[in-house]
């Protein structure tokens, strides 16, 4: 059976360049890159390289990298190592409500130790609502943290703004807070960053979003912004993360970061053909559907839709069943009964948030697959529209 | 083959349910679920003489429940209504097959639409 995978949100495959590039750090390059003989340094010499690598996909310094587990530690370490780097556990943290988990959940831990939170609320596109950050920056605020873009609908987050914003109002505070923390794992590979140009604090990359391996990310850090570690023990990372390098990792992200910064600008332009081939066929050919997300402002490889009256996972499985993967944000593929809060947030009624699907296309995306998967999709939805009790007609979307 | 076995009654149910559909002039409905769990079922009874003679059902809802739901009219059908009224998701679970613990819930439903089915009967018919 044919099988397409169109979940690149989710992981992408390791490419073989990468794996070719990681292979040697699996064999005979195996040394400790803190040990001093020439087993250890020569290791080290690849991780320096490849440091390099993932700094020059944000125009960082290699300095200002440190290498984590994958991006949730990388968004742990951010939240948890500024605020435990203060002298005093206390002062006020932003996010945006339709932060990652990844980024949710540490906020969640700091509010449990008498850090305040706020939550910067989305308009239907899902943006965040520049005004109610200004409405919501204190004295006390000690960090912000918006993800670039977010990995259910795509929406693009407006992060030169939210910098503006911010260094404006330390000017006036004569300040050095708050911080201001972007989680890129999603878009690393899909836009062009500039830590310097836009002036950013700290980035969270994963290497598994763009055809590295997974288990390895990365913590952006500029210069003179101190953290406490969240992993303590040797010295590596310049004393910033414990733990012996996962070389033939870090080494597959390097190389990985390199194609993508190489292959950026004409994989973008090729994906956002077939993203919104891809849009316009399921709009037109199937009627009562929806895009969730911004239009325009929108990760050049997502495509997240509402189908009136029938639910997200029963299409998920329907379409597995025929060879092709995408995700829902439908909450019975979950252990809790609620749908995705990013599409709650956005103000999407429960009905139409709990029939949504996610197709998210990557480097081996084909313009045939995605004919495929229109035609599937119109028999599926056909099929189980009848079978519902909500009636797509009835619904309004 | 993802998360629910190919061969499993559950993948039947759900690609190729039974008894799809409405009744014209239903002696019974069951009306159950919300749009907020994303699960909902619609049951409809044509009953004769105390006994279930058709049944048909309608569900908005994922996989398991959709079979839960077709799998609930084959069994009802040409079932004396106090029997139908024992009848336990358990017994959905068991030709269900691979049922993973958190797609219980879509069983219980399926029971709870039967039971309101058949007590909606009674209201009627005490009327």
Partial sequence: MKRIYLDYAATTPVDPQVFKAMEPYLKNIFGNPSSLHEFGQEARRAVQVARQQVANLINADQEEIIFTSGGTEANNTALKGIFFAKEKLDGHLIVS??????????????????????????DSNGIVN???????LRPETVLVSVMHANNEMGAIQPIEEIV???????????????????????????????????DIDLLSMSAHKLYGPKGIGALYIKQGIKIAPFIEGGEQEDKRRASTENTPGIIGFGKAAEMAREEMV??????????????????????????????AQRLSNNVNVSIAGVEGEALLIALDHEGIACS???????????????????????EIAHSSLRFTLGRWTKKKDLEYLVKKLELIVKRLRNVSALKAEEIEI | MGCFAEESQLMEHFLHPRNVGKIENPDAIGHVGNVVCGDIMDLYLKIKDNKIID????????????????ILTELVINMDLDKALELSNKKIVEVLGDVPKHKYHCTILAEQALKSAIENYKNKKNK
């Fill in chain 1, 130 to 136: 520049l005004n109610k950050l200004k409405d919501l």
């Fill in chain 1, 164 to 198: 503006e914003i911010i260094k404006e109002y330390r000017k006036k505070n004569n300040s050095l807070y708050p911080y201001f923390h972007t989680d890129a794992v999603q878009t690393a590979s899909h836009l062009p960053i500039d830590v310097k140009k836009i």
């Fill in chain 1, 328 to 350: 829902t944000g439908s909450a019975c593929s979950s252990e809790s009964l609620v749908p995705s809060h990013v599409l709650l947030k956005m103000g999407l009624p429960v």
């Fill in chain 2, 55 to 70: 049944a048909k059902f309608q569900t908005y809802g994922c996989a398991a429940a959709i079979a839960s739901t077709s």
């Fill in chain 1, 97 to 122: 409500c339709i932060e990652h988990h990844a980024v949710l959940e540490p906020a969640k831990f700091l509010k449990n130790r008498n850090i305040q939170v706020d939550y910067l609320p989305v």
């Fill in chain 1, 266 to 295: 004409q994989e973008n332009k090729r994906l956002i053909e077939l993203r919104d081939w891809l849009i316009q066929s399921i709009l037109n050919k199937i009627p009562k559907t929806k895009l969730n997300g911004h239009p």
